[in-house]
């Protein structure tokens, strides 16, 4: 009895991540000279593949050694200096990640950024280059070229200032 209740909790090692092709992903584990092909499972919205290495917390469903789920983690590249309330995605394999902090919402990418929508709105004032980029110009801004002042009045591959 003390043995299958300590089983019922263990620590393992994520040996294989396995294939994300199912309802819910399979990974393969590690834990005292055994490997087992374990379910992974992620809170609502959040969900990955742990890569090798990643630790988990194995729960024996039911009792029953031989159906396990796992949650998993790998806290050696984990987003570290948080405050109270921030929250983070991200893949600890590329470092990409997204950051919802207290005061702002930081996006990191080592890739292109696609976003899809039908229409796509920024309210607020733009810096393109990183902050004190060059800003932006809208239509009805005023500008100054070296025809003199304007404002802009149409955009797109072809701008136009009167």
Known sequence: MVNKLRNLIKRAV?????????????????YFGKTADTEILYPYGIG???????ICLVFAVGADESNRSAIASLPQSRIKNLKEGDVFFSNQLTGDSIIIRNDRIEIQSSKEVNITAPIVNIIGDTALGGLGGLPIARIGDAISSPSGPGVITGGSTNHTAT
């Open 48 to 54: 990955g593949v742990p890569p090798k290495g990643s």
């Open 14 to 30: 994520v040996t294989n991540p396995g294939k994300d092709d199912k309802e819910i992903p399979v990974t393969q584990i590690g």
